[in-house]
């Protein structure tokens, strides 16, 4: 009779298993959908709702919540999600080939910087705050960094200014960058041209 109850268990078991599965990949595709519907909303350039986010995606409220506590672990998600494609994207690039000069501009004119997620940096500000969003986005940024402190070490670029002075002012250009195309101002490939630009000419000014 052990034996029987025992075979039932482990045959339950494994059912329990292969149903599981199936659920695992439901959940997968519905977190991924109200993603996708959270970055359309940011996108319009306004605050956004969970409300309207589960409208856009498709499912209820209920939904939502049952995968995200709030509008801010959506962001947090959103964004988290953006840079470990960021991070895909710049190994594409191969960053350590070529000259400094060129890997920075293939890096800057990556469309995961301008673009591909219009409106999501302003709602990160916004639910997470500045200094989040700038711990969030380091270890990108230090793919810059690492090309940045290669272009210094061969001369390419200058060496007077602190490095973590440099990367602060294109921390800050890059962002800029991504507010006026955002707005409007100016297309993606305008301000990506422009952001390059401006970034070479700060790391080569003065070098010595």
């Known amino acids: 009779m052990a034996e029987k109850t025992l075979k039932r268990t482990r045959s339950g078991g494994a059912g329990g298993a292969r149903e599981a599965a199936p659920r695992r990949a439901d959940a997968e595709r519905t977190i991924t959908a109200i993603l996708d519907a959270a970055l359309r909303c940011f996108a319009d350039g306004t605050d956004t709702t969970v409300t309207e986010i589960a409208k856009a995606a498709g499912v209820g409220r209920v939904t ?34 070529g000259t400094a000069a060129e890997a920075i501009g293939r890096l800057l004119h990556a469309p995961w910087i301008l673009g591909r997620y219009r409106g999501l940096f302003e709602a990160a500000t916004r639910h997470l705050g500045p200094r989040k969003v700038r711990a969030l986005h380091d270890r990108v940024f230090a793919r810059v960094e690492a090309v940045v402190a290669r272009g210094r070490q061969s001369g390419e670029f200058r060496t007077d200014l602190p490095l973590p002075w440099v990367m602060t002012t294109v921390y800050a250009l890059a962002h800029a960058a991504v507010a006026e195309a955002d707005a409007g101002r100016m297309s993606p490939e305008q301000a990506a041209d422009l952001l390059s630009g401006t970034v070479l000419d700060l790391l080569v000014a003065g070098r010595r």
């Not at 049952?66 to 801010?72: A, K, N, T």
């Open 64 to 97: 939502v919540y049952g995968h995200f506590d709030s509008l801010e672990a959506i962001v947090d998600a959103l964004l988290t999600r953006s840079l470990a494609e960021a991070e895909t994207m710049f190994d594409e690039l191969d960053p350590e080939s």
